[in-house]
């Protein structure tokens, strides 16, 4: 009893919600683990919850805890030197065994005082960095500038591992700073 113009519309609608799938050639069909919620970016959410969220058993797969010198990007985002010490947390999480999120995280190390920093590197390979950086400092996170790029998986050198060789899937990348409640930078 409705025209054809409004059943695209209700299936297009459906579609950009995620709850059904269209396949080009073959139909519409409905998506068993459907996008039912739209995630603020500015809410911290951690991402094995996200995935599971959204239906899929989550792994950490690898994580990684460095102190090295900062990355251009980095410390231009920081407000640090390029030689200035930093901590580096790379995570890689993974939905029912398939590559989802690749983390990187970078925090001067000048947060930390010097006699505490190898002990804060062993709690960082086990601890969320939020919890962390409070534990450590008494500051808590909020996340306030994000950007959003769509980007070719052979954009990111770091992601080689985790896909075939010269082959470019689309990956959206987010970039973002937290800050503590005084707006100062606490990691990238």
Do not use: W
Not at 122 to 140: N, Q, S
Request: net charge positive; aromatic share 10%.
């Amino acid at each position: 009893g409705v025209s054809r113009t409004t059943v695209r519309t209700v299936l297009e609608n459906l579609a950009a919600s995620g709850v059904v799938q269209k396949r080009h050639g073959s139909g519409t069909y409905i998506n068993p683990k459907p996008f039912l919620f739209q995630e603020p970016l500015l809410r911290y959410i951690r991402y094995p919850a996200l995935i599971a969220l959204k239906g899929h058993k989550p792994t950490e797969h690898a994580r990684t805890v460095l102190k090295t010198c900062t990355a251009p990007e980095a410390a231009h985002r920081l407000g640090i030197q390029e030689s200035d010490p930093c901590f580096v947390i790379q995570t890689v999480y993974y939905a029912d065994d398939h590559f989802a999120v690749f983390c990187r995280d970078t925090l001067p190390a000048s947060l930390v005082p010097p006699d505490r920093q190898d002990d804060f590197l062993i709690t960082l390979r086990r601890r969320d960095l939020r919890e962390a950086i409070f534990e450590e400092t008494g500051r808590k996170t909020q996340q306030n500038v994000v950007n959003l790029h769509a980007v070719l998986s052979t954009e990111v050198e770091a992601l080689a591992p985790y896909f075939p060789a010269g082959v470019p899937f689309p990956l959206i990348l987010m970039c973002g700073c937290c800050f503590d409640h005084n707006r100062h930078t606490l990691f990238y």
